[in-house]
């Protein structure tokens, strides 16, 4: 019987031993970086699938380029939908901590909402730190002197935005614009300082349809509206923002992201719009993945076979 007895914990610790050396097999990691046993390679696990955006959103291009330029990124596919459907897989992915890759930009509250981290970009496809720029017709400030020096002084941060954006997702973005204007008086009072209000002068801007531009123009909606001035906001492709601007269909945009994503658009209207310089500075677009994902680099990831 002691024989026996001996014979049985024996077996029992070289057992724990396997285990605790691998042995048996243990969980996949599905952020694994691929190298090594027992984790799974980031490509595969993301089944070589970009979540993209809106067909028509310059991040979309960018990223075909991307596919286009990095030979890790041969043969992957680039799901083009919409904002909405992109975080809505992001959210699920992260609610199961399982691995995904996105077209992600600042500013956007998913970065205020999530912990996201770029994958690095070596051959600079995305581009370096961009501005978003404001942009008018001609003659917008003999005819509307007013609304142009507002729009020339405007300015804020990559935090103030994606605070909008993320206080419009409990409520909406009008009213997440009215809180922030109410609670950054002293901003806007650098905007409007000596300008003569209006009575019912009408302005359309024009902006593409996307929270972060839903925000700054709502924003200023309601400085001009404040002044006195009748604000319609017209959403458009990013092409017919500037299109609308040189034609004087619209009179000024919030929207143009410079030097790159609408760097095509600026380059062949430039010469029949006024571009007042940038509103806002700090802004990144790139591949985005969740911080636990072992991956750091586009360059890291592997060509679908």
């Known amino acids: ?21 691998g042995g048996g097999g243990g969980e996949e990691s599905q952020g694994g970086s691929g190298e090594g046993e027992g984790t799974t390679n980031v490509s595969d696990a ?3 699938t970009i979540i993209g955006i809106e067909p028509g959103a310059g991040a979309t291009a960018l990223t075909n380029n991307a596919i286009e330029e990095y030979d890790s990124l041969a043969g992957w596919e680039h799901v083009e939908g919409s904002t909405a459907g992109m975080l809505t897989e992001l959210d699920e992915a992260i609610r199961n ?26 051959q600079g496809v995305y581009g370096e730190e961009e501005f978003i720029h404001t942009i008018t017709r001609m003659g917008l400030e003999e005819d509307m002197p007013s609304a142009n020096t507002v ?3 405007f300015n804020w941060t990559v935090e103030d935005m994606e605070g909008v954006m993320l206080e419009a ?71 017919i923002v500037f299109q609308a601007i040189a034609t004087g269909d619209g009179d000024a945009s919030l929207a143009p992201w410079l030097p790159v994503t609408h760097g095509a658009f600026y ?22 993945v969740p911080t636990y994902m072992d991956i750091d680099s586009i360059e890291d990831l592997e060509p679908a076979e």
């Open 1 to 21: 019987m002691r024989t026996k007895l001996i014979g049985v914990i024996l077996v029992l610790a070289f057992t724990l031993l396997l285990a605790a050396c």
């Open 46 to 48: 993301v089944e070589h």
């Open 97 to 122: 901590e399982e691995p995904i890759i996105v077209v992600g930009w600042n500013p956007h509250f998913m970065f205020a909402q999530h912990d996201l981290k770029y994958l690095e970009d070596p």
């Open 151 to 153: 729009l020339d002084r």
């Open 169 to 239: 997702q409990d409520s909406s973005m009008e009213e997440a614009a009215a809180s922030w204007v109410e609670a950054n008086q002293d901003s806007v009072a650098e905007w409007t300082e000596g300008v003569e209000p209006v009575d019912g002068q009408e302005i359309e801007l024009v902006l593409t349809p996307w929270d972060s531009e839903r925000a700054s123009h709502q924003v200023m909606r309601i400085v001009l509206e404040d002044l006195g001035f009748t604000v319609e906001l017209t959403p458009v492709d990013p092409a």
């Open 267 to 288: 380059e062949e209207y430039q010469e029949d719009i006024v571009d007042l310089g940038p509103n806002l500075e700090g802004t990144i677009i790139g591949l985005a």
